[in-house]
């Protein structure tokens, strides 16, 4: 029997990305990266979408069991149909399964891009072996995925794992989706750049190395400069990330709560300052849960594969979506745990 | 081929209660209530509760499939140990999975109350055909079960789905786990009735009925009083449990943001209490979700089994756990969704 070929897709605001997959491998045979485009409308960006497909796909295409596609925003896995991306003009109630579908004759398959980055953490990064998993990705926004006794919880409508939107402060800051102290609106990289402008222009710290990273102009502080000053140990900085990081920890122990996952997966931007947002984190953690069952044997980690890990969990949702007498001949890799 | 039969049991600190379920019939065909006489010890508990099951069983032991065991405290159905039993003197690591199957010499499950109730709601109560379910038992603590995608989430050791211990105000009111802040110090029975007591006795509410249900004792108000108030019509009970049921929404608003849930089912004592109550989550609920999603398919209803959902969760566990060969020979009331 050939091996069995998959191709992912992560369609961003910026960047179309594809890959091609065989066998149990998440290292592709082929991969391409080109423009989304996205001001040239929906049209343009499916016919853009269907070209990267087809250039992975080489001669393949027959051969291809399914194609998982990663997108930004709320979508409905069930019915194929993202309501609205937000960084992608005019996809409201866009049926993509069915569109692409019918441009390439292939199973297509979809899901909201930080769910398949977990997905991807799951299958071949760093939560393999878990059948409980919580995934955070700690970016501009704060998104997340869950997998729960070896499957990916996605709920009723698709709309579930918003780990983001979980209330961490009442009446906080205002979130992106218009509510307030979310989590994404406390402890995202947005809104510790939002607090280092305004305690700065505020006055109050006037050693900080961030006057000089900005030249002075600390109304244009961003969350990179943050990151950079904390890395260099000023101490300011460090206090903000470490303030984000008591957040975000306070609110992995109710997810903990609700969830008793084995392992928590830190990706994203923010992620990559390492100890100095997780070491916060665990603290947090630790200090916010019931009972030390919850943190004892659930180690808080980094996230493995990068910018790969929504391309990765896209070509796993395939398999993840099959019907189970293909699936069953597919790589143990490749198959979620029974 | 017989129709298959089942015993659940639900173990509490006061009484011990077992039925005998013989089909897809949710109503028992032999049921018994017995003391529990916790204090003298885990060894007598445990002869109770074998003679409790006996006694259902009658002649048909041997012909139980299962025995599903629901029991109060944290639990790793996986081990089908109980780590801790807070109204059972003596249960600590109690392995009761084996020290049942020793005596009985049948299979035996068992699982945390809140998370049976749910089960058992699901099944044959108020969330019957629903896949992704959220129930909540309000009582004197705040527990709570969870239905994913057609299975019951236990976590990776059994920890899962306490969502009475989502922080729902911080450094607020301190909970019986030791945190502060949770749910269930905010807005179970013995919050409101804690909150009524210390309200009434800084002389603001004169004009009360709570006055005239305690005999003017207001330091010995109960959770009971103020729901009759209540449903009264006494405007500052009424305000008491609408407090509560704004803490409710806002932190189920966190949970359907994680669950996507298309039903919540509202359990326990205090949900008795209909609209007085379920209407101020409701408006909750609206008012702090991220979008209307996730509240218009998702009714928020009253629980349909009352006392018997755990018992009946239990039965219910057994096909739940039973291996697939055994499960696809049993009714299809009794199976989980695909």
């Excluded at 072996?129 to 919580?134: I, K, S, T, W």
């Excluded at 939002?194 to 961003?222: F, I, M």
Aim: net charge negative; proline share 4%.
């Amino acid at each position: 029997m050939p091996a069995l070929q998959v191709i992912g897709v992560d369609v961003g605001g910026t960047s179309i990305r594809a890959a091609r997959f065989v066998g149990h491998s998440h290292i592709p045979v082929a991969k391409t990266k080109v423009p989304t485009q996205a001001a040239k409308g929906a049209d343009a960006v499916l016919q853009r979408l269907e070209a990267a497909i087809r250039q992975v796909a080489g001669h393949e295409l027959d051969n291809v069991a399914g194609i998982g596609i990663a997108a930004a925003g709320p979508l409905n896995p069930h019915t194929g149909i993202v309501l609205n991306a937000p960084n992608l003009p005019g996809w409201q109630n866009l049926p993509l399964k069915q569109l692409m579908e019918d441009r390439l004759h292939r199973p297509v398959f979809i899901g909201n891009d930080a769910n398949l980055a977990a997905l991807g953490e799951w299958k071949f990064g760093a939560a393999r072996g878990h059948q409980d998993v919580l995934y955070l990705t700690i970016s501009t926004g704060i998104g997340g995925g869950v997998i729960t006794s070896g499957r990916l919880l996605v709920g009723a409508n698709g709309l579930g794992a918003e780990v983001g939107h979980m209330m961490a402060v009442p009446e906080g800051a205002l979130c992106g989706c218009g509510q307030r102290g979310h989590l994404e609106a406390m402890a995202s990289g947005t809104a510790i750049a939002a607090a280092a402008r305004s305690r700065l222009q505020a006055g109050n710290e006037p050693t900080s190395k961030l006057w000089q990273l900005s030249g002075g102009d600390v109304g244009h502080v961003t969350g990179a400069m943050v990151g950079e000053a904390a890395l260099a140990g000023d101490d300011f900085a460090v206090g903000l990330i470490a303030e984000a990081g008591g957040f975000i920890g306070r609110t992995l122990a109710s997810l903990l709560h609700a969830f008793n996952s084995s392992i928590v997966v830190c990706g994203g931007g923010v992620s990559l300052l390492g100890d100095v947002i997780l070491n916060p984190i665990r603290a947090s953690v630790r200090e916010h849960v019931m009972s030390e069952a919850y943190w004892r044997d659930c180690p808080i980690v980094l996230a493995e594969l990068g910018d790969d890990a929504g391309l990765v969990g896209a070509g796993a949702l395939v398999m993840e979506s099959m019907p189970a007498e293909v699936a069953g001949a597919v790589p143990a890799a490749f198959q979620t745990a029974a």
